[in-house]
Nanobody, 124 residues
Framework: QVQLVESGGDSVQAGGSLRLSCAASGSPGSTECMAWFRQAPGKEREGVAAIYRRGLRGYYAESAKGRFTVSEDSAKKMLFLQMDMLKPEDTAKYYC?????????????????WGRGTQVTVSS
């Protein structure tokens, strides 16, 4: 079992930055892929970024490329999402998720473990 707890969400103005954190406990070593998803009101949950832990390779949605950076501290069992140049359309609840392998990292139904989310609000 893996437990995930997100933090770092806040209200910021457009152009600002936030760093989201996800603390993993239990047996996170059993999961090779950790990801960030987000869900805005009335919209489906979508993948933002993921990291393949063995190779530390990052994957990004088109909307996140060049602005967001996913990283991890495996020793501390932490996952991070550095978000820069935030836009109002980035407003959503952000979720941390984990699964055994990355494969198609954006397939949310393949993720077994989820956190409860942290709210990010970007005002214009």
């Amino acid at each position: 079992q893996v437990q995930l707890v997100e933090s770092g969400g806040d209200s910021v103005q457009a152009g600002g930055s936030l760093r989201l954190s996800c603390a993993a406990s239990g047996s996170p070593g059993s999961t090779e892929c950790m990801a960030w998803f987000r869900q805005a009101p009335g919209k489906e949950r979508e993948g933002v970024a993921a990291i393949y832990r063995r190779g530390l390779r990052g994957y990004y949605a088109e909307s996140a490329k060049g602005r967001f950076t996913v990283s991890e501290d495996s020793a501390k069992k932490m996952l991070f999402l550095q978000m820069d140049m935030l836009k109002p359309e980035d407003t959503a609840k952000y979720y941390c998720a984990a699964k055994i392998t990355c494969g198609n990292w954006a397939r949310r139904n393949e993720y077994k473990y989820w956190g409860r989310g942290t709210q990010v609000t970007v005002s214009s």
